[in-house]
């Protein structure tokens, strides 16, 4: 990948040399230069352009979790008695407090303050890599290539690691990723408390996430002093700890719902991985093999210690992964997830990616080639987006009454019923045709019995809640085929008193409230007592 690269101060303005030939007295009364410069003017059309592309879904997949958190951090009484699966993510991230804070202090909708949180994390992770590409390159068509490639592309998967470079949907990663690239930034500026500060940042929303970029941004400062022997120390204390932990775990035995919980989440262990999610994670290791081979024609040192660190920290993860995280191995080390260290090489290489993209094509001659290759993953990561929520909005703006028949039901049980209901759903039900993984506790702030997909996510990484999110599925699996006796007797020991069924499942309680794809039944009173 031919990209030059020039290191310069900052404060020299490198940008300008990357412009045509005039007067530097030109290029800053230029509104084109202006806009191609300045963040505050190009990042709000561009972060509305990447809303367009990518959509935005407020309650689906891991949304639907830390969207309960925040809706219990504005009103504490929501979910009182039934919050075990709401807890875990307010003990773990600030994101909860942060923004249930701000809702309770302002009193905005809910649905508004996910839509105004998410666009402002679009907003934060597209000037956060625009930063790093402005350390790392000097030039203009590379800066812009870089930022534009990360817009296209930032719904991308990172290898088997079950998570995008952004979701399309408000997470802790939503704002964990941003302060990562910001903490990169910093460190390749040499501004190390500001570094330091970011990476804290980014532990305190997402502790997971947070120290894998901790563990990027200590590899990348031990590279810029050339610290080789301390690098070599750090990855043989990785793997002896590994080899302490495993060896401690294997003498103690895993109960079988936690190895049920851990085994459903297949990205825990890589010998589940497909093959193409292992070969995944060859091309950010091959690129920065291939910087670091081509070091005379990759001139400045920001990208080659960027290259090293991510070859180092790929490799690290790899190595840690093939060692101790398979299913023959220790379940407590698989939650760990060391190769979701990828997401950050993933975000370098394909700013690395745009920059020679922007290097090879923004010029006259071969525009057409830059808009063809942005063009064609922009399209791709559309029909993506499409294809994953097939049955919802592409964009689900906060002032449009959802037209998906779940979203519909769920809405009306928010507004109707008790707000100490508790529920019964096919544990399943997210699987359902028209669902599209929208949650059901978070969208109708209604306590529900666990679920196989995001409550089994969170059960295998907290083993405490392993039995009990056992117990709960398995007692409705297959209830929406019950005749109503058997729902009622069932059913009563855990609480419900209220059930949601398919609209082709056959029942004799009195159902409020039906479309064509759910029904929501309330369970006789005597049955519940």
């Not at 009103?75 to 075990?84: D, I, T, V």
């Not at 090879?360 to 294809?387: D, E, I, K, N, S």
Request: glycine share 6%.
């Amino acid at each position: 990948m031919p990209v030059a690269v020039i290191q310069a101060p900052l404060a020299r303005k490198p940008e300008l040399q990357a412009l045509p030939s005039r007067s530097q007295q030109d290029l800053k009364r230029s509104p084109a230069s202006q806009f191609l410069t300045r963040p505050s003017r190009f990042l709000p059309p561009l972060t509305l352009a990447a809303l367009l592309l990518h959509g935005y879904h407020p309650f689906v997949d891991d949304a639907a979790i830390y969207v309960a958190g925040v809706e219990m951090a504005s009103r504490p009484a929501l979910f009182a008695n039934h919050a075990e699966f709401v807890l875990p993510h307010l003990h773990h991230s600030i994101l909860a407090f942060l923004l249930g804070g701000a809702v309770r202090l302002t009193h905005i909708p809910i649905v508004w303050a996910l839509f105004l949180a998410y666009i402002a994390s679009v907003g934060i992770t597209l000037y956060a890599s625009w930063r790093v590409a402005a350390a790392l390159f000097s030039g203009l068509r590379e800066r812009w290539g870089a930022l534009l490639t990360i817009t296209a592309a930032l719904t991308m998967p990172v290898a088997g690691t079950a998570i995008f470079f952004t979701d399309a949907y408000l997470t802790a990663r939503s704002y964990s990723t941003p302060a990562t690239l910001l903490a990169v930034a910093f460190a390749l500026e040499r501004r190390r408390l500001a570094a330091a500060l970011c990476i804290v940042f980014a532990i305190a929303l997402h502790p997971l996430m947070g120290a894998c970029g901790a563990g990027f941004l200590l590899v990348l400062l031990l590279v810029q002093h050339a610290r080789w022997g301390w690098l070599a120390a750090a990855a043989a204390a990785v793997f002896a700890a590994g080899a302490v932990a495993a060896h401690f775990y294997a003498a103690q035995s895993v109960p079988l719902a936690y190895r049920t919980a851990a085994v459903s989440r297949v990205y825990f262990f890589l010998n589940h991985w497909t093959w193409f999610e292992i070969f995944g994670l060859i091309p950010p290791l091959f690129v920065a093999a291939f910087v670091l081979w081509r070091r005379k024609q990759f001139s400045g040192n920001a990208l080659q210690n960027v290259a090293a660190a991510s070859l180092y920290t790929g490799l690290v993860a790899v190595g840690f992964a093939l060692a101790f995280t398979r299913t023959d191995a220790s379940f407590m080390l698989a939650r760990l997830q060391p190769l979701r260290t990828f997401h950050i090489l993933y975000l370098l290489f394909f700013i690395l990616l745009g920059a020679g993209l922007g290097h090879a094509t923004f010029h006259r001659r071969r525009w057409w080639m830059g808009a063809g290759a942005l063009g064609l993953t922009a399209v791709a990561m559309f029909l993506t987006q499409q294809y994953a929520y097939p049955s919802l909005a592409h964009v689900e703006w906060p002032w449009v009454q959802p037209a998906n028949p779940w979203e519909q039901a769920f809405l009306w049980i928010r507004k109707n019923a008790p707000a100490d209901a508790f529920f019964a759903v096919d544990p399943d039900y997210q699987g359902l045709p028209q669902e599209d993984t929208v949650g059901f506790r978070a969208m109708t702030e209604r306590g529900v019995l666990a679920d196989r997909s995001k409550d089994g996510g969170i059960a295998a990484i907290d083993p405490a809640l392993a039995e009990r999110w056992w117990q709960q599925t398995e007692a409705v699996q297959g209830f929406s085929h019950w005749n109503d006796a058997e729902r009622a007797q069932n059913l009563a020991p855990y609480g419900v008193s209220w059930i949601v069924l398919p609209a082709t499942a056959t029942t004799h309680f009195a159902c409020p409230y039906r479309n064509t794809a759910v029904m929501v039944c309330q369970l006789p009173q005597t049955a519940t007592r």
